[in-house]
């Protein structure tokens, strides 16, 4: 009986680290993280509704798209400043910095720690 408890024991360990050890690994507790990812998950289905939104109707929702895009970029970039092993910084190459697009989004898009 005494070893069933000891596994029961060794696999509540083993399964409170799989909730702890990536928040720890960024600096945060379960519940910040819980809560950076939640409003940032938000975030960004309400900017994809704008953004379909937009594409039905191109005269609504002009700019939200972008402005949810560089919104989530400083907020995940103010996360990656306050862990620095994962920011990775791109420079923009020649053809984009004179194609006219938004460079400073394109700019956040390429230093995202997606890529």
């Known amino acids: 009986m005494g070893s069933f408890f000891q ?19 960024v600096g945060e507790s379960y519940f910040q993280h819980l809560r950076f990812a939640a409003r940032t998950g938000t975030t960004m289905l309400i900017g994809g509704a704008a953004c379909f939104v937009h594409g039905l109707m191109p005269f609504l929702c002009t700019t939200t798209g972008s402005r949810t895009i560089r919104a ?17 910084l791109v420079t923009l190459p020649v053809a984009v910095r004179d194609s006219g697009l938004d460079r400073q989004a394109v700019g956040e898009s390429l230093n995202s720690s997606a890529l």
Request: no cysteine; net charge positive; glycine share 12%.
């Open 7 to 25: 596994i029961l024991s060794i696999g509540a360990v083993a399964m409170l680290r799989l909730f702890t050890e990536h928040p720890a690994s």
């Open 72 to 88: 989530l970029a400083a907020r995940v970039g103010g996360a990656q400043a306050r862990h620095p092993a994962g920011l990775r």
